[in-house]
């Protein structure tokens, strides 16, 4: 396993780890003998290095990402001739780097690929993930919906809060649920700069729903049928969803 | 510790699990010997507790309560003379019930009390808490930005996706962060209706501030210094919460 990072210490670390064999100087020696490369980067950084590792990469040598959004990357290794199959673990945290890697990070986590690949799949299982198929289009729309607009979520809720005058009065009140919904605000703002950038489309419906979902929930404020149906409804739902998905997982 | 709960299966569990030392089989019977009374109950069924209690209570009797709003509480203890100091432990999950009890559940939590009351502050710090002083006023507005909206986002965002016709392909794809992000939306449904009727006033400016933050991102993904510059922020903000939260937390 060959490693490159423009951030030396990023690969220092990743040497003492025991997560890589070898640092690579510069992108072209790292990918020079590979089978497979993994990008992982903001996703708009993808363009330039996709086509600056088109002409260094190994006959047959297979492309892939672990990026959030997979249409804009897909068609820009298409663009310069790159034999490419989009990748995206669905499990992480909202840290970044090295100090955030953890053995187990992928075990029993769903990993969306988007093309076929025997030697992917192979790897992919060879983690402890679950492969599954699905084109850059569908996988697009659903981590709008699971992923992106609850990021935008929880950093819209971070800013409508912390903003306030009065912020400074709640800060010390504020406990584990505020903790917990504005988790992913804390994630890394070049990332969910590029995945917007590259997902607007699919997200912008999504997230002028829910804008309108919360100006009806403040309209209903004090209608008690339906703040108890909307809440029951709410509730079930999730429960049901939070069983299936424990289902899927790996003991 | 004498305990009362409508449903015997939760009292029979106080027992077993010595959260209580005897379980009494009414409301009247409950507090006769009590020196003070902690009520934990949806906001609105308090009015008629409350009135039940009034002469029925030892002479000196201090009540408290642990819900989630207190002016409306605090205005029918004053309208029935019961002599009441407004208590909110800011812990807990969105589990209810004494299945959901924990012994170090309020270990290092702040514990908001609306009035001055030796004896409640001594039973709040020997439970590992911390005290703090609030008037009902103040502590509405607060939790209001820190636990009420938050919980409505969770709904809300729940609402636009698991009623989404693409529901069924999502679902499966669903992570960690979606999962955190909703995790408020499992709270007890009549708990939280009772919350809103009780403190819409608070609730409903910043929940249309938050619609309108939404709003505001939903025209803007395609604005990469904007979406830069909102992302950025919220890290920061938060991260700086974070750490001035931990340092008020006991080791």
Redesign the interface.
């Known amino acids: 396993v060959t490693g490159y990072d423009r951030n030396p210490l990023e690969l220092a670390l990743g040497l003492e780890r025991g997560a890589l064999d070898v640092a690579a100087s510069d992108l072209a020696t790292a990918v020079a003998d590979a089978d497979v490369v993994i990008l992982a980067t903001p996703v708009l950084a993808m363009r330039d290095i996709l086509a600056e590792l088109a002409p260094v990469l190994k006959p047959g040598a297979l492309v892939s990402d672990v990026a959030s959004t997979k249409s804009a990357v897909t068609s820009w290794a298409r663009e310069f001739g790159v034999n490419f199959v989009g990748g995206h673990p ?2 992480g ?1 909202e840290r970044s780097g090295m100090v955030a890697a953890r053995l187990n990070l992928l075990r029993g ?2 990993y ?1 690929l988007t093309g076929d690949s025997p030697l992917l799949e192979g790897l992919v299982r060879g983690i402890g993930a679950r492969p ?1 198929f699905i084109s850059p289009e ?1 996988h697009d ?3 709008a ?3 992106h ?14 903003h ?1 005058p ?1 912020w400074a ?19 890394d ?2 990332m ?2 590029d995945i ?2 590259t997902n ?1 489309g699919a ?2 419906p ?10 009806r ?2 309209a209903d ?2 209608d ?1 049928a339906a ?2 149906e ?6 079930t ?3 049901d ?2 069983q ?2 424990e289902s ?1 997982r790996l003991p």
């Open positions: 669905m499990a945290s986590a769903l969306m599954m569908a729309t659903a981590v919906a699971i992923s607009v609850p990021f935008l979520t929880s950093t819209a809720l971070v800013k409508a809060t912390m306030d009065r009065e709640w800060a010390p009140i504020a406990a584990t649920g505020y903790r917990d919904v504005t988790r992913l605000a804390s994630g703002p070049a969910y700069r917007c950038l607007a997200i912008a999504l997230l002028r729903e829910l804008a309108a979902e919360l100006g929930v403040a404020l004090e008690r703040l108890e909307l809440f029951q409804d709410a509730r739902r999730r429960e969803w939070l299936r998905q899927f």
